[in-house]
Structure formats: structure tokens, C-alpha cells
């Protein structure tokens, strides 16, 4: 793992729920709605978020499986990034790309920000291009099989 994934990969875990007022995306119009892939350099190992019109995120990185509910701006910032609060609901105890897992029951406050053709974004810990890990390219169809729903496994 390099050292700039390493480092962003503690400060984004670290980087939890503020509690702001947000919405829920109930349409398909949100140009988050839809599948994207992170692919990492120099290695065949990928990230895809399907964001789902309901609030619900899958993501499926390496061994990891992660669902969660998510709300975000309707609209970007005046500096153009729209601000995503996650919540983990399940996750199957697998490794991600970075050879990291995550908890349930974690929230995440980040900050995404698209290309002008909202077919590329980056994803940020706080409203600047100083700390982001991407781009995200969204996949060849909005309307492409979902992931599927995770099953739950306890240790």
C-alpha cells in the first residue's frame, strides 16, 4: 500500500458523523445515483459504490462487502462539492483494497465533487482538492444489474 492511500485511508476512517440536516435522493435525478469504480493503480484490485435512489449505498472493494444508508446535498457548495454523510449498516468483515475493514455502526462525513460531466468525481474529506482519493468513473449504465443486497456473517 502506498503511503498517500495509507494516509488518507486513517484520516477518512477518522472522519465521523457531524449531524447536519441533509436528504434523502428519492429520484433518479442526483448525478450520484448510479454505479461507480475506483480503480486502483498498478494492481487489479477495484472499489464500485452503487448508489441507489432509496438512500442505500453497496460497495464492494476486494473481500468487502459494505451496505449502508446514505443522504447528501441536493445541490454543490459554492465552491462545488456536495456534502455526503454515510451510516455502515452491514459489512461482511472482509478487507478492502487497502487491506482495511470497516465497522458497522460507523458514520462518515465526506465530500464529493464531479467533473462537468458528471461522469467522474472525486471524493474528499473536507471542500478542498487537498486530501481526495478518486476519480470514481461512473459505469456504462445507470440502469446495469445492481450489486447485490450483502448477507451478514457474526464471528
Not at 77 to 99: P, Q, T, V
Not at 141 to 151: A, T, Y
Amino acid at each position: 500500500m502506498n503511503k498517500t492511500a495509507a494516509i488518507f485511508s486513517i484520516l477518512f476512517s477518522m472522519n465521523l458523523h457531524a449531524g447536519q440536516n441533509l436528504t434523502t435522493i428519492n429520484n433518479d435525478a442526483h448525478p450520484v445515483i448510479g454505479v461507480w469504480r475506483l480503480n486502483f493503480a498498478d494492481t487489479s484490485c477495484y472499489e464500485e459504490y452503487d448508489f441507489r435512489a432509496d438512500g442505500r449505498l453497496y460497495t464492494s472493494s476486494n473481500q468487502q462487502q459494505i451496505e449502508s444508508s446514505y443522504i447528501i446535498e441536493r445541490e454543490p457548495s459554492a465552491s462545488g462539492f456536495y456534502r455526503l454523510e454515510e451510516h455502515i449498516l452491514n459489512e461482511n468483515g472482509g478487507k478492502d483494497c487497502l487491506d482495511m475493514s470497516q465497522n458497522e455502526d460507523t458514520d462518515y462525513v465526506y465530500y464529493l465533487k464531479f467533473s462537468p460531466s458528471e461522469d467522474q468525481f472525486l471524493i474528499c474529506l473536507d471542500e478542498s482538492d487537498e486530501e481526495c482519493i478518486g476519480y470514481f468513473i461512473r459505469q456504462s449504465s445507470p440502469h446495469q444489474p445492481k450489486l447485490q443486497q450483502i448477507s451478514v456473517t457474526t464471528m
